[in-house]
C-alpha cells in the first residue's frame, strides 16, 4: 500500500511493499528538510535530509523527494519492514526546526 | 558514539509545584533545542540556545524558562505546573549553530498530577 501526495496520519503496509509517506510544510523559505522516525517512547531518530537545491536524496532503502513548488515532501521506504513501523515526522528548518504532523507506519508480516 | 543525554527520564509533579529538566548535548554541539510532545502529538518547538544565547523563542509559556550553560548543558524551568504540562519534553542539539540535522535525546516524561 501506498499513499501518494495527500497526508495521512496512519499507513498500513505489507512486509515487502514500499510505502510512501507525505509530508506539506509551511514556510516557502525553509531551506533545509528531514525525516524523523519515532518509536514508542523514544525520541525521534534522523532518517535522512534534503536541501532546498535539490529534488530528490537516496539512502539506504529510503528516498525523500522534494517538491518546493507545492511545498511537498515525501520520504519512500522501499521494501518495508517489521522494524520500520514507527511514527514518521517531516521537519523543516526556517530558522528553527518545526515538525510537520506525524504518520504512524504500521507494518503486517 | 555519545548521544544527548536528558534527565530525569520520568518525573512526576503536582500542579503549582516547579520542575528542572536538564539537558547535556552532544559533545562539540553548541546548539540546544526543547521541544514538547503530547501525547500523538507532533513535537512542538519551545525554544532553542546558540552558544548560550538564546537563538529563537517558539510556543514556550511564560511560566516556563531555559538556560544554556558555560558547559553548553541546557535547563528547562518549569514553574507553576499545569495538568496541561503533562508531555515527554526532548533536548536536541546539533552543530553550528543550526540548519543541521538534530540530534534527540530519549526525552523526559513529565506527568503533572
Known amino acids: 500500500g501506498e499513499s501518494v501526495g495527500l497526508h495521512l496520519p496512519t499507513l498500513s503496509v505489507q512486509e515487502g511493499d514500499n510505502s510512501i509517506i507525505n509530508c506539506a510544510y509551511s514556510n516557502s523559505a525553509s531551506d533545509y528538510f528531514i525525516w524523523y522516525k519515532q518509536e514508542s517512547g523514544k525520541g525521534p531518530q534522523f532518517i535522512i535530509d534534503i536541501r532546498s537545491n535539490m529534488d530528490k536524496r537516496q539512502g539506504q532503502r529510503v528516498t525523500v523527494l522534494l517538491n518546493k513548488t507545492v511545498k511537498h515532501l515525501s520520504l519512500q521506504i522501499a521494501a518495508t519492514q517489521p522494524g520500520d513501523s514507527a511514527v514518521y515526522f517531516c521537519a523543516e528548518w526556517g530558522g528553527d526546526m518545526r515538525f510537520g504532523a506525524g504518520t504512524r507506519l504500521t507494518v503486517k508480516p | ?113
Not at chain 2, 24 to 33: E, Q, S
Open chain 2, 1 to 113: 558514539a555519545a548521544g544527548v543525554i536528558q534527565s530525569p527520564r520520568h518525573l512526576i509533579k503536582e500542579k503549582r509545584e516547579t520542575a528542572t529538566l536538564k539537558c547535556y548535548p552532544i559533545p562539540r554541539h553548541d546548539t540546544v533545542y526543547w521541544y514538547q510532545q503530547g501525547p500523538g502529538q507532533d513535537p512542538q518547538f519551545l525554544i532553542s540556545f546558540y552558544e548560550k544565547m538564546q537563538s529563537d523563542k517558539g510556543s514556550i509559556p511564560d511560566r516556563f524558562s531555559a538556560q544554556q550553560f558555560s558547559d553548553y548543558h541546557s535547563e528547562l524551568n518549569m514553574s507553576s505546573l499545569e495538568l496541561g504540562d503533562s508531555a515527554l519534553y526532548f533536548c536536541a542539539s546539533s552543530q553550528t549553530g543550526g540548519n543541521e540535522k538534530l540530534f534527540f535525546g530519549s526525552g523526559t516524561q513529565l506527568s503533572v498530577l
